[in-house]
């Protein structure tokens, strides 16, 4: 039903997804509902459609930004520490420091310079996102998001924006126990969605949900 949920304002947009059973919980209902898209998308925001942003990069489908946050959101507590890599517009990175308030922390990563300034600025244009960035609830790192983030971990739950050529034992190193990981994963010409679970003992699960196709999480481009 992704095709159906576009709309002509974001409370359209998500009130669609919502009528489309693509928004399941009232609790990322109302955080996708915060996030005005149009702060990030720069054409044609309240469309169900990945848009391009500049650098190669996109901003995924709302759909698709549900499906993650439905898919993170039993560990989504007001006091987590999420890691959003690829984290290109920062809209995603927005939307989970909404459902971690009032104390949850969210790291958005990216390795392109361009992409870390854009994500900052997307956040400033509504007085709750600056906030968010002056309070340090959100932060904008440069780095190879493969690698994840160690300085800010361990994390509750990680958010991945790109298709990784295999599933990164740094990443799962990083999750809290428990904690989930959303990433997907290329498989020859096909891309999926796991999830990944730890558990308290820390033992490790992994499930492999449905095909997607995303850019690939790479190297930076050369200068």
Not at 18 to 40: C, P
Not at 122 to 140: A, C, D, H, I, W
Request: glycine share 10%.
């Amino acid at each position: 039903m992704a095709w159906r949920s576009s709309g002509t304002t974001n409370a359209t947009l998500i009130g669609n997804l919502a009528s489309n059973g693509l928004i399941k919980s009232e609790r990322v209902k109302a955080a996708m509902m915060a996030v005005d898209r149009a702060h990030y998308a720069p054409r044609a925001p309240y469309e169900d459609s990945p848009q391009a942003i500049g650098f190669n990069a996109t901003i995924s489908a709302p759909h698709m930004h549900a499906s993650a946050c439905e898919s993170l959101l039993p560990f989504l507590t007001p006091s987590a520490c999420i890691l959003d890599i690829g984290s290109g517009s920062g809209y995603l990175t927005h939307v989970l420091a909404h459902l971690v308030a009032p104390t949850g922390t969210v790291v958005g990563i990216d390795h392109i310079q361009g992409l870390i300034d854009m994500a900052e600025t997307n956040v400033k244009k509504s007085v709750e996102g600056k906030e968010l960035l002056e309070t340090g609830r959100v932060k904008f790192v440069k780095g190879d998001g493969r690698l994840g983030w160690a300085e800010g971990g361990k994390y509750d739950a990680i958010h991945v924006g790109a298709a990784a050529k295999e599933m990164h034992e740094s990443l799962v190193d990083q999750l809290k126990a428990p904690g989930r990981l959303f990433i997907p994963v290329e498989s020859g010409y096909m891309q999926h969605i796991y999830v990944v679970d730890k558990n308290s003992d820390g033992e490790v699960k992994q499930e492999k949900l449905y095909g997607v196709q995303y850019v690939p999480l790479t190297d930076a481009p050369s200068d």
